[in-house]
């Protein structure tokens, strides 16, 4: 763990009223107000402190984190925002400002997360559960929560995981304990798999370890953040396809993380490496000791573009079937009848030689940067939508449109299988960009049926999770 700089220290504290204009800043008068009063209204009292924690874009490193590479995205200005009271009862009572989210209240000291149902609630019991687990608590004071999120959801813009943060936090406040920003963000990677998805730890990280002003290069094992420079002659334009997919409702998500494991268990295996104990894509070039690029020759070597049976697996790595479904495949992947570990290893380690090249390209800065971090958005995409096949129709057309207009690079973010795209668009061209986007994509198709999805936006990098006491 880093010993120094901004990771190593706690989640700031904004004291009120000192700190109101922070908060203004962030979040806004009126949203602020709103939720103040909507929570007096809910609750009979007012809130004593609120806690923010941001979405992120991923700019560049998608589905390479959990193979234990290094990727670069920054944290959006939408966020979710929760307004806390504690409560001398052991009543745990979540609201939503959302009519669509149910209350919610349960035990403080019996939380159940149930995994077969992704419900708004169990990502703030993630949180929850992750802190008092990460303290060896037992007997915690009850809190009245009132929620807030103004992250589209299913985007791909870690509205989840901005919650489980935000949840954390708020729980870690409450508690009066003390922890890091790197500490933080590994316990809610961790306490986010309670919901049943394999996530890597970049949205966690980035939702802590964020500033104002810049991207992050978040690397892993141990977990620290770089700040990347992004070009001021351009900027990064949000683009939602108005497909909605939920990682943890679907197996998907989870299928890749397996596969991508499986994948590097028989590289492992074919450089007679200890296989039984590699896990990421990642250990097997680091025991190997070789580039990424040496590792995309190993894999056309080592694997075959044609799929593999749970079978033939099971023969490459001398185990039954019954040992690959209780030591290797997680519960709801071991129905699977075929992996495709050529091409998840091909996207992957070609990702992350992308993502260091971007942040190359960003230190060098040449006169034709934003035109290369572009190529670079554009190969990323192809690789996504045809190696690790998590791109959708919808997503594809948008990416088209959104070069038409302008964008240098333009590429599916977060999981994929719908959600957003992001664009690096050359500053001069954003006003027309958002407006021929807006009609080619919105307008011109029964899109325009559901206003509520329609999401197409600039942004700019924004800071990270932030507490504000009330006066």
């Not at 994509?441 to 999401?455: E, I, N, T």
Request: with cysteine.
């Amino acid at each position: 763990m880093a010993t120094e700089g901004p990771a190593t220290r706690r989640v700031q504290v904004a004291e009120y009223p000192s700190a109101l204009e922070q908060l203004l800043e962030h979040v806004g008068y009126q949203r602020l107000l709103k939720l103040k009063e909507m929570f007096n209204s809910k609750f009979g009292s007012i809130p004593k402190f609120y806690v923010r924690a941001p979405g992120r874009v991923n700019i560049i490193g998608e589905h390479i984190d959990y193979c234990g590479y290094s990727v670069l995205p920054m944290a959006v200005e939408q966020d979710m925002l929760i307004a806390v009271e504690p409560v001398k009862t052991h009543t745990l009572q979540l609201a939503n400002t959302n009519p669509l989210y149910p209350d919610f209240s349960t035990s403080a000291n019996n939380v159940q997360i149930d995994k077969t149902k992704p419900l708004w609630h169990n990502y703030f019991l993630c949180g929850f559960k992750g802190i008092q687990e990460h303290f060896g608590l037992s007997d915690l004071t009850g809190m009245n929560c009132l929620v807030d999120g103004n992250i589209p959801p299913s985007s791909g813009l870690s509205s989840s995981s901005a919650l489980v943060c935000c949840a954390g936090l708020v729980t870690l406040t409450v508690l009066g304990m003390n922890l890091s920003k790197v500490e933080l963000a590994e316990i809610c990677a961790k306490s986010e798999r309670y919901i049943g998805t394999e996530g890597g730890g970049m949205d966690q990280s980035i939702s802590f370890l964020a500033e104002e002003g810049t991207a992050k290069l978040i690397e892993f094992s141990p977990l620290r953040a770089t700040d990347v420079k992004l070009p001021s002659g351009a900027v990064f334009v949000i683009a939602h396809s108005c497909v909605e997919m939920n990682k943890a409702a679907t197996s998907h998500f989870n299928i890749r993380v397996t596969e991508c494991r499986l994948a590097a268990k028989l590289l492992a295996k074919s450089k007679s490496l200890p296989w039984d104990k590699v896990l990421r894509l990642e250990e097997v070039q680091a025991r190997l000791r070789v580039s990424l690029e040496e590792m995309l020759l190993i894999t056309e070597d080592a694997l075959h573009p044609e799929p593999y049976s749970p079978e033939e697996v099971c023969s490459c790595l001398g185990i039954s079937l019954q040992e690959l479904r209780t030591q290797i495949l997680s519960p709801n992947t071991q129905d699977v009848l075929i992996f495709k570990l050529y091409q998840r290893a091909k996207h992957v380690y070609s990702e992350a030689a992308r993502v260091l090249q971007f942040k190359k390209i960003c230190e060098e800065a040449p006169d034709n940067m934003v035109q290369l971090l572009g190529e670079l958005m554009n190969q990323s995409h192809v690789s996504c939508r045809d190696m690790y096949e998590c791109s959708c129709p919808e997503l594809d057309q948008l990416v088209d449109i959104c070069r038409k207009f302008g964008a240098q690079g333009s590429r599916l973010t977060g999981a994929g299988w719908g959600g957003c795209t992001v664009s690096i668009v050359p500053a001069d061209k954003l006003p027309s960009f958002l407006a021929n986007v807006h009609e080619a994509y919105y307008q011109r198709s029964d899109r325009s049926l559901a206003p509520q999805k329609q999401s197409l936006f600039a942004t700019k990098p924004g800071g990270g999770a932030l507490v504000f006491l009330e006066a």
